[in-house]
């Protein structure tokens, strides 16, 4: 199983990132599928989701209106086009793969992408 992540870098604020999570190893299309981020000395934040026919959509309050999950099928991605940038958006970014079942769920993770968001 493998997610490698990719699109992470350099960036001034208001400018815009696309990051793409290429996975392998696992039924893709049976995931749901999520994208983190974290800063150092701080918890992992859930930043956006997608299910996995990528019908619904959630994001965490402060990049509603400038990130968007997509999701691909056919080529095994999710991205997270990431627009209107801000210094607080710096953070390493992991894409997760998630399904729900019992009594366990199932996990992947990405190794991460770092995004930096500076002048």
């Known amino acids: 199983v493998q997610l490698v992540e990719s699109g992470g870098g350099l960036v001034q604020p208001g400018g815009s990132l696309r990051l793409s999570c290429a996975a392998s190893g696992f039924t893709f299309g049976g995931y749901d599928m999520r994208w983190y981020r974290q800063v150092p000395g701080k918890e992992r934040e859930l930043v956006a989701a997608i299910s996995s026919a990528g019908g619904r959509s959630h994001y965490v309050d402060s990049v509603k209106g400038r990130f968007t999950i997509s999701k691909d099928n056919t080529k095994n991605t999710v991205y997270l086009q990431m627009n209107s940038l801000k210094p607080e958006d710096t953070a390493a970014y992991f894409c997760?793969?998630?399904?729900?079942?019992?009594?366990?769920?199932?996990?992947?993770w990405g190794q991460g992408t770092q995004v930096t968001v500076s002048s």
């Open positions: 997760n793969a998630h399904r729900s079942s019992w009594p366990r769920d199932t996990d992947y």
